[in-house]
């Protein structure tokens, strides 16, 4: 869902929904509040510092 949002390899995701995002591990845990098929909001910083914003609606993920 992110990569059809717009968002490369070398971005950033600082906000999933309300929530700001600290880390790889802190965005995985709120990940996991959610279900495949829910939308929510996420933003991003590309490598210039712009940032990004866009709905996006969740998919299944790897298990693991």
Same mark, same amino acid.
């Given at each position: 869902? #992110?990569?059809?949002?717009?968002? /490369?390899?070398?971005? @950033?995701?600082?906000?999933?929904?309300?929530?700001?995002?600290?880390?790889? /591990?802190? +965005? @995985? #845990?709120? &990940?996991?509040? &959610?279900?495949?098929? /829910?939308?929510?909001?996420? /933003?991003?910083?590309?490598?210039?510092? #712009?940032?990004?914003? #866009?709905?996006? @609606? +969740?998919?299944?993920?790897?298990?693991?």
């Amino acid at each position: 869902a #992110a990569a059809a949002a717009g968002v /490369e390899p070398g971005d @950033t995701i600082t906000a999933l929904g309300s929530v700001r995002i600290s880390s790889a /591990e802190a +965005l @995985t #845990a709120d &990940l996991r509040t &959610l279900k495949p098929g /829910e939308s929510t909001t996420i /933003e991003w910083t590309d490598p210039s510092g #712009a940032t990004h914003r #866009a709905k996006v @609606t +969740l998919a299944q993920g790897p298990v693991g």
